[in-house]
T-cell receptor
Framework: GAVVSQHPSRVICKSGTSVKIECRSLDFQATTMFWYRQFPKQSLMLMAT?????????EQGVEKDKFLINHASLTLSTLTVTSAHPEDSSFYICSAGRLAGAETQYFGPGTRLLVL | AQKITQTQPGMFVQEKEAVTLDCTYD???????LFWYKQPSSGEMIFLIYQGSYDEQNATEGRYSLNFQKARKSANLVISASQLGDSAMYFC?????????????FGKGTRLHILP
């Protein structure tokens, strides 16, 4: 089946630093990928839609200057948390659809971010 | 307004019993898809079952079946013969549209505990 990977799986950083998370579709091309954030014991909240070759579309309330998204190729999207603060600590998950009219989104394994 | 409503924050079920997880949705679109995902403690999102809005038959995948009642806008997940490994968070989700680039919105989830 389709596989989506994320790197790193876990990251701990100091407050004020920036963290980059990569999302790769390993065996298919994805013109669109999605980034979600999940706080403990809560649901997945869609942050933004990452579009290959164009600007990301952010959901209401998500700071685009805080969460930079780059979809440089058909298999790679990156999320950069800039000037991270402890409240940015969360589980970040990406997903991608494989085919037009696909019945499923394929999710990456997630990245746990802890900002000290 | 909430698009996906899961009214059961937590459930306890005896092993081998069947369990129904409730989900109602809100959309004005004619074309949409409904999903159920399982999220164990590891955090990965595991696709369980999909129902398209035009599908006349209820979807089934092994021990999982989706009780789709379009007029009531409900899409309950039924797990037959529950197993200890079924203990996890379960999310109902909806995609408005048919394309792989259409975003998926998640409900708040139900935490299922299977008792030995």
């Amino acid at each position: 089946g389709a596989v989506v990977s994320q790197h790193p799986s876990r990251v701990i950083c100091k407050s004020g630093t920036s963290v980059k998370i990569e999302c790769r579709s390993l065996d298919f091309q994805a013109t669109t990928m999605f980034w979600y954030r999940q706080f403990p014991k809560q649901s997945l909240m869609l942050m933004a839609t990452s579009n290959e070759g164009s600007k990301a579309t952010y959901e209401q309330g998500v700071e685009k200057d805080k969460f930079l998204i780059n979809h440089a190729s058909l298999t790679l999207s990156t999320l950069t948390v800039t000037s991270a603060h402890p409240e940015d600590s969360s589980f970040y998950i990406c997903s991608a659809g494989r085919l037009a009219g696909a019945e499923t989104q394929y999710f990456g394994p997630g990245t746990r971010l802890l900002v000290l | 307004a909430q698009k996906i409503t899961q009214t059961q924050p937590g459930m306890f079920v005896q092993e081998k019993e069947a369990v129904t997880l409730d989900c109602t949705y809100d959309t004005s679109d004619q074309s949409y898809g409904l999903f159920w995902y399982k999220q164990p403690s590891s955090g990965e999102m595991i696709f369980l079952i999909y129902q398209g809005s035009y599908d006349e038959q209820n979807a089934t995948e092994g021990r999982y079946s989706l009780n789709f009642q379009k007029a009531r806008k409900s899409a309950n997940l039924v797990i037959s013969a529950s197993q200890l490994g079924d203990s996890a968070m379960y999310f109902c989700a909806m995609r408005e549209g048919w394309g792989r680039d259409d975003k998926i919105i998640f409900g708040k989830g139900t935490r299922l505990h299977i008792l030995p």
